[in-house]
C-alpha cells in the first residue's frame, strides 16, 4: 500500500471543512474521534458535540438537531454506532423521519485485536431492514471526501462504512453512484464492493470476466448490473456479511435466467485475534480464495 491520509483523517478533514462552509452542519460524537476535532470543536463548541461513551444518546441527538433543521452527522465504530445504537435508528431516526448521515470506522473486522465487541460484519444488512438509507463504502481514502459531501447534500438518511483496508488507487467514478467497469469480460460479472477491488482483481487476473468497482451500494445500480451481467452470471464481493446485496441482483435479474455467487464475510464467528489479512483466508477473501470461488462457480456453469 502507498503511503497516504487514512479514510479517519479524510472524514476528520472533511467534517472539519462542511461546519465552516455550512451553519447547519454538526457533528455528534460518542469519544471515537474527538481528539481529533478538538480544534473543530474549539471553533464551533455548539455544532461538535461529544457526549462520551453513549452511542444510543448520540444518534438521539443526531435526531434531535435534524428536527431542528440541522444537518448532523454521527460518528463511531461500527458496532457501536449501527447495532448498539440501532433502536435509536429506527425510532429516533426512521420513525420521526428524521434525516442524519452516520459514519463509522472498524469496518468488519479492522481491529481484530479488539475482539468481537469491535466486529460489525452484519451492520449494512442490518440497515437494509429500514426504508429509505443510502450506503456508501469507500474503497479509497480520497473517496471518502466526495461521497461524505453527496451524503450530507442528499437530505436523506445515509450510513458512511469507512475501513482500514485500502485499494491502491480511488476510483473517482465511483463516488457518483455508477458501477465502474475495471475490466471486461465475457464468462460473468464480477461485482467487487469498496476495498474488495484490489483483492478481486488479483483473483481474477487472466480468467474471461468483467469487474465492476461500486462504492454506492444502496441505492444499487440495477440497470447497470442489467447491462454488465450479459452471461447471467454474477460474482458478488462485498467487504460485510456475505449475502447482503443478494436480493438486489436478484431483483436486477429476475425476468432472465441468471445465477449469483455471494462472497463476503462468513456467518461463523472467527473467536481468534491475529490481524485482518490472517482472517481473510478464513472467509475466502484472500485473492487465492476469491480465485478459487469463481473458478468453481464458473466451472459448474449448466450446460447450455
Same mark, same amino acid.
Given at each position: 500500500m ?10 476528520v ?21 474527538a481528539d ?5 470543536a474549539?471553533?464551533?463548541?455548539d ?12 444518534v ?16 463511531s ?8 445504537s440501532f433502536?435509536?435508528?429506527?425510532l ?10 452516520l459514519?463509522?470506522?472498524?469496518a468488519?473486522?479492522?481491529?481484530t ?12 444488512? !442490518?440497515?437494509? &431492514?429500514?426504508?429509505?438509507? /443510502?450506503?456508501?463504502? +469507500?474503497?479509497h481514502? *480520497?473517496e471518502?471526501?466526495? $461521497?461524505?459531501r453527496h ?11 469507512l ?7 480511488a476510483?473517482?467514478a465511483?463516488t ?26 488479483a483473483?481474477t487476473?487472466? !480468467?474471461?470476466? &468483467?469487474?465492476?468497482?461500486? /462504492?454506492?451500494v444502496? +441505492?444499487?445500480?440495477? *440497470?447497470?448490473?442489467?447491462? $454488465? ?36 464475510v462468513g ?10 489479512e ?13 480465485r ?13
Amino acid at each position: 500500500m502507498s503511503t497516504m491520509t487514512d479514510m479517519r483523517s479524510r472524514f476528520v478533514e472533511t467534517v472539519d471543512d462542511l461546519i465552516e462552509e455550512d451553519p447547519r452542519t454538526a457533528v455528534v460524537l460518542a469519544d471515537i474521534s474527538a481528539d481529533q476535532l478538538e480544534e473543530t470543536a474549539s471553533r464551533h463548541p455548539d455544532r461538535v458535540v461529544n457526549v462520551g461513551i453513549r452511542e444510543a444518546l448520540m444518534v438521539s441527538v443526531a435526531g434531535g438537531l435534524a428536527l431542528t433543521g440541522m444537518r448532523p452527522i454521527a460518528h463511531s465504530y461500527a458496532p457501536f454506532l449501527v447495532e448498539r445504537s440501532f433502536e435509536q435508528i429506527k425510532l429516533d431516526l426512521g420513525h420521526q423521519d428524521a434525516k442524519a448521515v452516520l459514519v463509522s470506522v472498524g469496518a468488519s473486522y479492522d481491529w481484530t485485536e479488539g475482539g468481537r465487541t469491535h466486529q460489525a460484519p452484519g451492520d449494512v444488512a !442490518l440497515l437494509d &431492514t429500514l426504508p429509505g438509507w /443510502a450506503v456508501h463504502v +469507500p474503497g479509497h481514502p *480520497d473517496e471518502v471526501g466526495p $461521497l461524505l459531501r453527496h451524503a450530507v447534500g442528499a437530505e436523506r438518511s445515509a450510513y458512511v462504512r469507512l475501513s482500514n483496508r485500502t485499494n491502491a488507487t480511488a476510483h473517482p467514478a465511483a463516488t457518483e453512484g455508477a458501477i465502474e467497469v475495471v475490466r471486461e469480460g465475457g464468462a460473468a460479472l464480477v461485482l467487487a464492493v469498496g476495498p474488495m477491488l484490489d483483492p478481486v482483481l488479483a483473483a481474477t487476473e487472466g !480468467l474471461d470476466v &468483467t469487474v465492476g468497482y461500486v /462504492a454506492t451500494v444502496r +441505492p444499487l445500480d440495477l *440497470d447497470a448490473i442489467r447491462t $454488465l451481467a450479459r452471461s447471467g452470471d454474477v460474482v458478488l464481493v462485498e467487504p460485510y456479511l456475505a449475502g447482503t446485496s443478494a436480493r438486489l441482483v436478484e431483483e436486477a435479474l429476475n425476468d432472465r435466467p441468471h445465477r449469483t455467487l455471494s462472497l463476503g464475510v462468513g456467518r461463523v464467528e472467527l473467536r481468534r485475534y491475529g490481524t485482518p489479512e490472517e482472517h481473510d483466508p478464513l472467509h475466502g477473501l484472500d485473492p487465492a480464495g476469491i480465485r478459487r470461488s469463481v473458478t468453481n462457480f464458473l466451472t459448474a456453469r449448466p450446460a447450455s
